[in-house]
């Protein structure tokens, strides 16, 4: 065994996990407030790689599985793992084995590979209801050859790729993927991959409306007690998107509710904040009590007492409107005031 040769493979190796780690750690502390539901991806496919003319194997058969995380409108990270089952030996058209030998450096036969990778997403189209989705992709990784390949197992890949992708509906979609694959097998090589893979959402694995649904219990306040409010004169108050600051029609909505609680002294107030669907839970639960913060601090500002206020925030978890619009989520980003 050449002592070098594996510790130069496996150096290689950590290096390749260690930029995972690092790119997923940044991803999961990203805010992803544009995305539509969940910021998560799950994709599955197959394709073909294709290897050039000169390579020991000849092109065949790719599956891949990705997991995509939305760190805005624009940008997904990516990380992918899969392989190919067999790629049958290449022999060059050459007359007979030795020559074919020859020509290969090494011929291993048949063989297979597993890889993995990691890489990053363009959204051309930035809008969040976006059903044609193109972009641009660049993409890394390290692949794993069952039978050694010029002089090692182990040979980093990546490079430049584009691809589409289409939404039936958010949990369901199509995806058309290509990259032109630079990889280092003892000398430098082009070659290509095409994938078709397929999205469908079987639940959201990384994340929990469990906060939100705790809150709720904790106050005693369900969906039903939402806007039930509005026949007492109180109304709700509207935000624009992913903002807490007041506007002036939200203000002078707030001036009249302050004259129904003004007259009303046996009633204490919970000011809930709510969310569109757009963004984490736990990112919009913080949303949502900046929202109902606010709204407290000027209803404070024009002399209702503190002790006949309350806040707590429901994030996404009760919107007004169940659609997936940008008209049901202007209706969904508000704050109740609900007397008790």
Same mark, same amino acid.
Request: charged share 25%; with cysteine.
């Given at each position: 065994?050449?002592?070098?040769?594996?510790?130069?493979?496996?150096?290689?190796?950590?290096?390749?996990?260690?930029?995972?780690?690092?790119?997923?750690?940044?991803?999961?502390?990203?805010?992803?407030?544009?995305?539509?539901?969940?910021?998560?991806?799950?994709?599955?496919?197959?394709?073909?790689? #294709?290897?050039?003319?000169?390579?020991? !194997?000849?092109?065949?058969?790719?599956?891949?599985?990705?997991?995509?995380?939305?760190?805005? %409108?624009?940008?997904?990270?990516?990380?992918?793992?899969?392989?190919?089952? #067999?790629?049958?030996?290449? @022999?060059? $058209?050459?007359?007979?084995?030795?020559?074919?030998?020859?020509?290969?450096?090494?011929?291993?036969?048949?063989?297979?590979?597993?890889?993995?990778?990691?890489?990053?997403?363009?959204?051309?189209?930035?809008?969040?209801?976006?059903?044609?989705?193109?972009?641009?992709?660049?993409?890394?990784?390290?692949?794993?050859?069952?039978?050694?390949?010029?002089?090692?197992?182990?040979?980093?890949?990546?490079?430049?790729?584009?691809?589409?992708?289409?939404?039936? $509906?958010?949990?369901?979609?199509?995806?058309?993927?290509?990259?032109?694959?630079?990889?280092?097998?003892?000398?430098?090589?082009? @070659?290509? %991959?095409?994938?078709?893979?397929?999205?469908?959402?079987?639940?959201?694995?990384?994340?929990?409306?469990?906060?939100?649904?705790?809150?709720?219990?904790?106050?005693?306040?369900?969906?039903?007690?939402?806007?039930? !409010?509005?026949?007492?004169?109180?109304?709700?108050?509207?935000?624009?998107?992913?903002?807490?600051?007041?506007?002036?029609?939200? %203000? $002078?909505?707030?001036?009249?509710?302050?004259?129904?609680?003004?007259? @009303?002294?046996?009633?204490?107030?919970?000011?809930?904040?709510?969310?569109?669907?757009?963004?984490?839970?736990?990112? $919009?639960?913080?949303?949502?009590?900046?929202?109902?913060?606010?709204? %407290?601090?000027?209803?404070?500002?024009?002399?209702?007492?503190?002790?006949?206020?309350?806040?707590?925030?429901?994030?996404?978890?009760?919107?007004?409107?169940?659609?997936? !619009?940008?008209?049901?989520?202007?209706?969904?980003?508000?704050?109740?005031?609900?007397?008790?």
């Amino acid at each position: 065994m050449d002592v070098n040769k594996s510790f130069y493979s496996a150096k290689r190796a950590f290096g390749f996990l260690l930029a995972i780690c690092m790119t997923l750690s940044y991803s999961l502390s990203a805010k992803a407030e544009d995305s539509s539901k969940s910021p998560w991806t799950y994709w599955l496919g197959g394709g073909a790689y #294709f290897l050039e003319g000169n390579e020991a !194997n000849k092109s065949g058969q790719l599956y891949e599985a990705r997991i995509g995380y939305d760190i805005d %409108q624009n940008f997904t990270v990516e990380w992918g793992i899969g392989g190919g089952p #067999f790629f049958e030996e290449n @022999n060059y $058209n050459a007359p007979n084995a030795r020559e074919a030998t020859y020509s290969g450096r090494n011929a291993p036969g048949e063989n297979w590979v597993a890889r993995t990778n990691v890489g990053m997403l363009y959204h051309l189209d930035g809008s969040a209801d976006r059903k044609i989705d193109p972009y641009l992709s660049v993409m890394g990784g390290m692949s794993f050859w069952g039978k050694i390949r010029e002089d090692d197992n182990w040979h980093p890949y990546g490079g430049p790729g584009a691809g589409v992708s289409y939404w039936f $509906n958010d949990d369901l979609a199509v995806r058309g993927d290509y990259s032109m694959v630079w990889t280092e097998d003892g000398d430098s090589k082009i @070659n290509h %991959q095409a994938l078709l893979m397929l999205f469908y959402r079987f639940g959201d694995f990384f994340s929990s409306s469990s906060g939100s649904k705790d809150a709720g219990d904790k106050s005693g306040v369900g969906p039903d007690d939402l806007g039930a !409010n509005t026949s007492m004169g109180l109304k709700p108050v509207y935000f624009d998107f992913d903002k807490s600051e007041l506007k002036a029609e939200a %203000q $002078n909505t707030l001036k009249e509710n302050a004259e129904w609680i003004k007259k @009303n002294p046996a009633k204490v107030v919970s000011l809930e904040g709510h969310c569109d669907e757009r963004g984490t839970v736990e990112y $919009n639960l913080a949303l949502g009590t900046r929202r109902a913060k606010a709204a %407290q601090d000027y209803l404070r500002s024009i002399g209702v007492p503190s002790e006949r206020l309350t806040t707590i925030s429901f994030g996404e978890e009760f919107p007004a409107d169940p659609g997936h !619009n940008e008209a049901a989520w202007a209706k969904n980003r508000r704050v109740e005031s609900v007397a008790k």
